[in-house]
């Protein structure tokens, strides 16, 4: 059973830019949070961002704060990450995530239900 999938990862430079998108075939995820998460080798895989149903509510991890955003297209199934001023060290698979997740827990993967498969993303120096 396919439960998200993930898309637009690719090669970019140092200082670039990529928006990846999250779809959910057959589901609308409706009241879900979704989050996205992502690994490098070698290294757990840890907490990128996440948003509300809503979408009013967003948190992000520390790193990211002020490059990335997250947003969500409710009525396409759909959630993306614009991502800017990319940095070699966020070379990783980067995954969605959506589940029933309370608000103080949304950087926590066990709160998570589904999950897509993950898209590369590479950051050349």
Same mark, same amino acid.
């Given at each position: 059973?396919?439960?998200?999938? &993930?898309?637009?990862?690719?090669?970019?430079?140092?200082?670039?830019?990529? @928006?990846?998108?999250?779809?959910?075939?057959?589901?609308? #995820?409706?009241?879900?949070? !979704?989050?996205?998460?992502?690994?490098?080798?070698? =290294?757990?895989? &840890? #907490?990128?961002?996440?948003?509300?149903?809503?979408?009013?509510?967003?948190?992000?991890? $520390?790193?990211?704060?002020?490059? #990335?955003?997250? %947003?969500? $297209?409710?009525? =396409?199934?759909?959630?993306?990450?614009? !991502?800017? %001023?990319?940095?070699?060290?966020?070379?990783?698979?980067?995954?969605?995530?959506?589940?029933?997740?309370?608000? =103080?827990? @949304?950087?926590? @993967?066990? @709160?998570? $239900?589904?999950?897509?498969?993950?898209?590369?993303?590479?950051?050349?120096?």
């Amino acid at each position: 059973q396919v439960q998200l999938v &993930e898309s637009g990862g690719g090669l970019v430079q140092a200082g670039g830019s990529l @928006r990846l998108s999250c779809a959910a075939p057959g589901r609308t #995820f409706s009241g879900y949070v !979704m989050g996205w998460f992502r690994q490098a080798p070698g =290294k757990e895989r &840890e #907490f990128v961002a996440s948003i509300s149903w809503s979408g009013v509510s967003t948190t992000y991890a $520390d790193s990211v704060k002020g490059r #990335f955003t997250i %947003s969500r $297209d409710n009525a =396409k199934n759909t959630l993306y990450l614009q !991502m800017n %001023s990319l940095e070699p060290e966020e070379t990783a698979g980067y995954y969605c995530a959506a589940g029933n997740v309370p608000a =103080k827990q @949304r950087n926590l @993967r066990a @709160r998570y $239900d589904y999950w897509g498969q993950g898209t590369q993303v590479t950051v050349s120096p």
